[in-house]
């Protein structure tokens, strides 16, 4: 199977966890095989005048459990196929969380920083007259994903609103607050892999307090730095794209903050007496006890994995552990929280935004807080007791937890058994 054939990689999973479970064929056969991809030229002016295109694509990949949910991203090397594999991780990551959605995905092969504010939102704007007949609050809701944000989540919304003729905030969520978004969706996702470690703490055999280290000091990675080190956790390393700082009694969080908000490295912290740099690279093998990749896929692979000596990884980026990683991490007694549960706090809150403009009444921010516990600590616990009985990593346990329920929505249309027998 070639590396880059990312939807048959994350097949690999839904194989794994059929192992576990007695389900019907029919079953594997209406998941391996997305439901509709739709693909776009988007057309728009440029401010100079001329017309420009960009391929953009919608995947519905499956809806038996509701509407289809997952982000829109602009990249440079955005793809169809690309979409396809992480609207498949959406529709298990959903199933996970037990949200009433099935999954989706959107991209924009563009490179957004070429792009003017003004061409910027006529592109976002295109994006919805394109894909409109294929959105709806009961149909398909996108949200945020890489290089979009809460204003672009606004104009996609104005625009399907002036297409249907009324407003319909409950198409998209991530829309900022004045537009109908939701209080606590920023820290939404480092927010609910702080409850779920914390809940499942003692069971991976983390003590307090922990030594933690950090892979991205983006919106997730900072985040959660903030959650742990607020309970007397040391955040010992963390890292950003140019490279790593590290104290064994604990950076100083609060001058991490500043030169990120001044646009600056967490590198430029360095003094050679609290805090000390090291590469990138060097993070992974930080002598802490929980390792939280927030950064980007497949930093955890087979010639690193070995050195990881945390006792526990939190996965708040998606798909930061490879296969092959996986299997040693196991072998090595390390846990992995993975991805469909680590970081399905962002998809809640999205679900809680929804739920909201469809009552149009806005809770407040202890009530977002408290459901998100809620939601994230009983759902952990299922998965954690799940790979406990089955003798399986918690990344299988979370696709058997997930197929568990896809399964009975599917079988729940008829099995084999039933037709034949009629
Ligand atoms: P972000 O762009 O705000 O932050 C990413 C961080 O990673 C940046 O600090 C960047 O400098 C750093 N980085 C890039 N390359 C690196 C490298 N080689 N080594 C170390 N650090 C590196 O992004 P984000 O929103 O925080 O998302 C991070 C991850 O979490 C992504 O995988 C994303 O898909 C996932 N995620 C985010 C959300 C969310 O709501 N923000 C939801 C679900 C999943």
């Not at 390393?237 to 030169?259: I, N, T, Y």
């Amino acid at each position: 199977m070639p590396d880059d054939d990312l939807l048959a990689l994350a097949l690999v999973r839904l194989d794994e966890a059929a192992r576990h479970l007695s389900i019907d064929p029919d079953v594997i056969e209406k998941l391996k095989y997305p439901r509709e991809t739709t693909k776009a030229r988007l057309m728009i002016r440029m401010d100079d005048g001329s017309r420009k295109s960009f391929m953009a694509w919608r995947c519905r990949y499956d809806d038996t459990r509701g509407p289809t949910k997952g982000g829109i991203r602009f990249h440079p090397q955005a793809n169809g196929e690309e979409a396809e594999a992480l609207a498949f991780w959406m529709t298990f990551k959903c199933a996970v969380m037990n949200l009433p959605y099935g999954g989706g995905k959107g991209a924009v092969r563009v490179d957004p920083r070429s792009l003017s504010r003004a061409e910027l939102e006529r592109l976002s704007r295109a994006y919805i007259q394109a894909f409109a007949r294929i959105l709806g609050p009961d149909r398909d809701i996108p949200a945020p994903d890489v290089y979009t944000n809460s204003m672009i989540m606004g104009w996609m919304a104005d625009e399907y609103g002036q297409i249907v003729g009324e407003s319909v905030p409950a198409v998209i969520t991530g829309k900022p607050l004045a537009l109908g978004g939701s209080l606590g969706r920023d820290d939404a996702t480092a927010r609910g892999g702080y409850y779920l470690v914390r809940h499942l703490a003692a069971d991976a055999g983390l003590g307090a307090p922990m030594r933690v280290a950090i892979q991205g000091f983006g919106n997730a990675g900072r985040h959660i730095a903030r959650l742990l080190a607020a309970d007397g956790h040391r955040i010992v390393a963390v890292s950003d794209s140019e490279g790593a700082v590290f104290a064994h009694g604990g950076l100083d969080l609060e001058r991490l903050e500043a030169a990120k908000n001044a646009g600056r490295s967490v590198l430029s912290t360095a003094d050679g007496d609290r805090h000390h740099a090291c590469s990138a690279e060097d993070l992974i093998a930080t002598d802490c006890d929980l390792l939280v990749p927030a950064a980007l896929e497949n930093m955890i692979h087979g010639r690193n994995a070995a050195s990881v000596q945390a006792r526990v990884i939190l996965e708040l980026a998606n798909g930061p552990v490879t296969p092959e990683a996986d299997g040693i991490l196991a072998r090595n007694g390390v846990v992995v929280l993975p991805d469909i549960l680590a970081n399905g706090g962002g998809v809640t809150v999205s679900y809680f935004e929804w739920v909201q403009n469809r009552q149009g009444y806005y809770w407040t921010l202890e009530e977002v807080h408290e459901r998100l516990r809620t939601i994230m600590e009983r759902e952990g616990r299922a998965i954690w007791t799940t790979s406990k009985e089955a003798g399986i990593t918690v990344r299988t346990g979370a696709y058997v937890h997930a197929l568990r329920r896809l399964a009975a929505a599917i079988e729940a249309h008829g099995t084999q058994q039933f037709f034949a027998a009629g």
